[in-house]
């Protein structure tokens, strides 16, 4: 077990720019979870995967932002034309589960911190 | 969708002390977890525990399901708890963005030497 892997752990960019980050979740986990931290504030949930399906998009992830998870193994978040509001803690989180979204608990990596200028 | 309240804010002790912080849900739940955010901004999972009681060393946590909370104890403070300690749940309704945890606004633990 080692952990949930995300790179690039710090991104600094344009605004308007593209940028993408990758997230490999722990070896067995088959649901794969990606949140947003801003500032003083908790994780919020963007979406999430079960396999290589995306099961489910909160409100909070726009039309600029897409997530894949080919072969159901890493993913990878991108965000197009990137504006000053997305200046933000992007974390990824794994679990295994069968039938139940939460009957195992979620193990975080450290992060994707970006910053638009 | 669930919402979640944690208390206190913000706690400040000195070494050696006790706390016990407070996550209230406002609904049923499949999963209840407890992290403590570093000041390098790292998510450390402390418990799982939709319901019952758990004990990790200094650390021991309670959920009162039927109820709709949960406490996190910390005994014998050290300067290393400092952090922010966040309460996330997954309530029991899929979709709609609930398929993810909701977490609180955190309680911000300062331990002085």
């Known amino acids: 077990d080692t952990g949930v892997s995300q790179n690039p752990r710090h991104k600094i960019t344009k605004r308007g720019q593209n940028v993408t980050f990758r997230c490999d979740p722990i070896?067995?986990?088959?649901?794969l979870y990606w949140y947003r931290q801003t500032l003083g504030q908790g994780p919020e949930f963007l979406t999430y995967?079960?396999?290589?399906?995306?099961?489910?998009k909160s409100r909070l992830l726009s039309d600029r932002f897409s997530a894949e998870r080919p072969k159901g193994s890493f993913s990878t978040l991108e965000i197009q034309r990137t504006e000053q509001g997305d200046s933000a803690m992007y974390l990824c989180?794994?679990?295994?589960?069968?039938?139940?979204?939460?009957?195992?608990?979620?193990?975080f990596g450290d992060g994707t911190r970006l910053s638009i200028l | 969708g669930i919402q979640v309240e944690q208390s206190p804010p913000d706690l400040i002790l000195q070494e050696g002390a006790n706390s016990t912080l407070r996550c209230n849900f406002s609904?049923?739940?499949?999963?209840l977890q407890w992290f403590h955010q570093n000041p390098w901004g790292q998510l450390i999972n402390l418990f799982y525990?939709?319901?019952g009681t758990k004990q990790n060393g200094r650390l021991s946590a309670t959920t009162v399901a039927t109820e709709r909370y949960s406490l996190l104890y910390i005994s014998s403070s050290q300067t290393t708890d400092s952090g922010v300690y966040f309460c996330?749940?997954?309530?029991?309704?899929?979709?709609?963005?609930?398929?993810?945890?909701?977490f609180g606004k955190g309680t911000h633990l300062i331990i002085q030497p």
């Open positions: 995967f079960q396999n290589e399906a995306q099961l489910e």
């Open positions: 989180a794994s679990s295994y589960g069968s039938l139940y979204p939460g009957n195992q608990p979620q193990h």
């Open positions: 996330a749940v997954l309530g029991t309704r899929s979709g709609g963005g609930a398929d993810g945890l909701t």
């Open positions: 525990i939709p319901s």
């Open positions: 609904d049923s739940v499949n999963n």
């Open positions: 070896s067995e986990h088959n649901r």
